[in-house]
């Protein structure tokens, strides 16, 4: 039989004192509501002998405080989105806050059930990672004085505090750094997505090709075949029908390792011969054989300047006035083996 939590009354009720004095006590008011040191320390130590748990639920029913926020992004088992939720528990946990994890699927319905759900339970502030058609329901946090801070991607006509990298920038300094080491004809392979992260990735490789007057060469592959094998064969399909190309760039890592998967299994010598670039950094891309070339995001940063922001929204009563903040942050080219000067390329498949 499980065992009955242990009540604020019941504590009153062995101790003879009343609820309210209790309640101040374990809430941290004793000194405030001239309560004695000894009577402090008798409660204190009372309630750590019977074990006593505060009701989470109610606590925040009374104070309008859970301490709880929300880290949704896309896909929580990806490693940037992981190694940031990391950092941020860190820094959250130091603040007095707790941190709830979860995954939207970059699905709108998802989005909406997750974001309903926590608003019930009284979360005090979200950090999102945006599915596409979810500005309204963002719009309606603002609106409710719910701090929201958005990562990755955001809405260019949302008011919205939000940190995201510089994808153009980062994306055109990695193909000029393709083209300057030879290869000529350079395959960019992405989602086909209109968020905004995903746009400016490709903006930025046609602005290095357009600047160096080659072609294009783009593959664009549905989010919902990413992750479910049909992205390997439409990417082999892209480099049997593209024979002249000499460069493959990937536009996140989970297309990165479908691509090295299609290179390995149907062309392995390509691996060494192709220029390879991924965006988003991973482990295994150091330890590769050849090592690949990574778009890589400063992790620590963007934690820092999620929470820069999210954290001063929490202590004010009325979010929407604050002035909102979009932090645009640097990446880092991190050159290895895949991106050497170009090497002569055999026949393909």
Known sequence: MKKKAVSIKTIAANLNISVTTVSFVLNGKAKEKHISKLLTQKVLDYAKEVNYRPNQIAQSLRTGKSNLLVFMVEDISNSFFSKLARIIEDIAYEEGYKVIFCSNENDDEKSNDLISLFKFRQADGFIIVPSPGIKSTIQELIDENIPVVLLDRYFPDLDCNSVVIDNNEATFKATSHLIQNGFKNIGFITTDSDQTQMQDRLLGYEKAIEESSLNRHVLKIPYNETSNGKSKSAIKSFIDEHKKLDAVFFATNYLTRSGLEVLKEDAP?????????????NELFKIYNPTITAVSQPLTEISTELMKLLLPLLKHEVV???RVKNVLVQAELIIRESSGAKK???SQF
């Open 344 to 346: 002569l390329v055999k």
């Open 269 to 281: 010598h390509l691996i060494h011969e192709f220029g390879i670039i991924t965006f988003d950094d």
């Open 320 to 322: 929407k006035e604050e």
